[in-house]
């Protein structure tokens, strides 16, 4: 089945920099596109930045600018370095795959920018 494993979360300081990863099994990852997806506190979950499967890659307003969303097909990993952290960035940090027709998520990694 479809497993996504985040990690690289944790405490970051504002201006800090994270890079996230996500590791994936059970699918053909180079045939599909990736996606980051956030939920902060009290917050619904938001699209951060998505990659397709030939590298096209798109950001929200939010991430423009200071995150990239990158992939390494080789290791079925999907990547988000975020850099000039904020406080307003603090959230879980979800990788998505839309995988026939069925969208799933991993179990998130919290990311915290705080002094």
């Known amino acids: 089945q479809v497993q996504l494993v985040e990690s690289g979360g944790g405490l970051v300081q504002p201006g800090g920099s994270l890079k996230l990863s996500c590791a994936a099994s059970?699918?053909?990852?180079?045939?599909?596109?990736m996606s980051w997806f956030r939920q902060g506190p009290g917050k619904e979950r938001e699209l951060v930045a998505l990659?397709?499967?030939?590298?096209?890659?798109d950001y929200a307003d939010t991430g423009k600018g200071r995150f990239t969303i990158s992939r390494d097909n080789d290791k079925n990993t999907v990547f988000l370095q975020m850099n000039s952290l904020k406080p307003e960035d603090t959230a879980v940090y979800y990788c998505?795959?839309?995988?026939?027709?069925?969208?799933?998520y991993g179990q998130g990694t919290q990311v915290t920018v705080s002094s």
């Open positions: 990659i397709g499967s030939g590298g096209i890659t």
């Open positions: 059970g699918f053909t990852f180079s045939n599909y596109a």
């Open positions: 998505k795959a839309r995988v026939y027709g069925r969208d799933n």
